[in-house]
């Protein structure tokens, strides 16, 4: 369906769909991003106030280079299905701390484009005891810390293959892999669901979903031994049912925009119009 635009949603849906491996395609392209000496100024002095930040509360934080939203465009397959298309270009986690991170509010002032934008790769796990789990982020992240959020990261340079290719899918079994011990053979149906942008960061993010067999136990004693457990105080679950969805939201402190487009994706993925429709109404 088409998704109506209401300012209550706190993301903008850019695509939606089901787009398997062969459905996604990205590649890179060396044009630098727009900017001015203004937005440079910014970046330079907010990296040099976060690092000292982080090295006072002894919390590590380093640059790193990752990948940016440039366009997008939905296409045909080969196989007559729907196709994502997307071109990223070069960034930096310091670009991405001086600008959508600590200055969203300014993007209709300096222009989005010249933001560093770094795509978001995070994942909606389904469960084999029918609940759906998200993570609690700790106080060790730099944003959203103490939200329910889904879990990964973003597209890094290690992404890109030789020919220019990205391999998105890579992405989001690496980041599984380090904040929950999953391996890709754990990972049943894995799709991407959609793209959006949120309204707090306006950071655009990929939005996976994939069907475990594991029980939430199970996956819960899969990451107290990840590497990267650290990066959430807890995971937390809900019924993969319809009229729990906004009740969970509704019940939530603190939850991420990515959280909450997740789950709007999923509902309309898992039962459909009317269901989206609902949800629109009543959020």
Known sequence: MAIKETGRLPFTVLAIGQFGPSQLNARHVDTPRATTDEIERQIAEEWT????????????????????????????????????????????????????????????????????????????????????????????????????????????????????????????????????????????????????????????????????ELTMAQLRKKWLDAESADEHDDLVELADAPEAILPFIRSCELIAPVAIGALFFHGQHAWGDAWTTKFIDDF
Not at 140 to 169: K, M, N, Q, W
Not at 185 to 206: F, K, V, Y
Request: net charge negative; with cysteine.
């Open 49 to 212: 106030r976060q690092t000292a930040l982080a090295a006072a509360a002894d919390r590590l934080l380093f640059n790193g280079d990752m990948l940016r939203y440039v366009s997008h465009e939905i296409g045909a397959s080969s196989d007559g299905n729907a196709c994502l298309n997307l071109v990223v270009g070069p960034t930096c986690y310091r670009d991405f701390v001086g600008t959508n991170l600590y200055y969203g509010s300014r993007t209709r002032e300096l222009g989005w484009h010249r933001f560093a934008n770094p795509v978001g790769t995070t994942a909606t796990l389904r469960t084999a005891d029918g609940k759906i789990a998200y993570g609690l982020r700790s106080q060790r992240v730099s944003f959203h810390a103490g939200h329910v959020h889904t879990f990964g990261g973003a597209l890094e340079a290690s992404d890109r293959h030789p020919d220019g290719s990205i391999d998105v899918f890579a992405s989001v079994c690496r980041e599984l892999k380090e904040e929950l011990d999953l391996d890709a053979a754990d990972l049943h149906d894995l799709n991407c669901t959609g793209l959006i942008r949120d309204s707090q960061i306006h950071q655009p993010e990929m939005l996976f979903e994939t069907r475990l």
